[in-house]
């Protein structure tokens, strides 16, 4: 049987970008931390990183597909942070930026990864953001290796 997986490393040659919602940025620089620090220790070249901000999770799907369009990346890492304590509106925002994200990343053939921690308290989003539970950007950012090395393999 033959295993068509994608490896955890790049060239350097890889041009990504974060976009990060800056609501919650307690929580949500420390996810690009993490992405950050992937990226590099998986070889890749921190000149070809951009780090693009939005004001919270509900627009980043728009910004997604204006950086998706703009052809300057191969695939991009979207990180957020959408807590129910926070808003009323929790459902519709951490829903909306769910599909959102899905939607333009299949249209565009390209690598995106959802790096969006949606939780009920405040707690347990530093969880996830570099404490017991790991870093969510990271691991978004290892999906954003992995599919991006995947692609080339089914190429
Ligand atoms: N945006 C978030 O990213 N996380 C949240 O928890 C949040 N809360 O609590 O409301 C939030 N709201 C802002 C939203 O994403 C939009 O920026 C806003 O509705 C303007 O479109």
Known sequence: ????????????????????GRFNHII???LV???RDAFIR?????NKLDLILVPGAFEIP?????????????AVCCLGAVIRGSTPHFDYI??????????????????????????DTIEQAI???????????AEAMLTIIEMLNLYSEMN
């Open 28 to 30: 949500t620089d420390r």
């Open 42 to 46: 998986h070889g890749g070249d921190e």
């Open 62 to 74: 728009f910004a997604l597909q204006k950086a998706l369009e703009s052809g300057k990346y191969d």
């Open 1 to 20: 049987m033959n295993i068509v997986e994608g490896k955890l490393s790049l060239d350097g040659s890889e041009k990504v970008a974060i976009i990060n």
């Open 94 to 119: 951490s829903a909306e930026a769910t599909k959102g994200i899905a939607t333009v990343g299949l249209n565009s053939g390209k690598p995106v990864s959802n790096g969006v921690l949606t939780t």
């Open 127 to 137: 969880e996830r953001a570099g404490s017991k539970s790991g870093n969510k950007g």
């Open 33 to 35: 931390e993490g992405a």
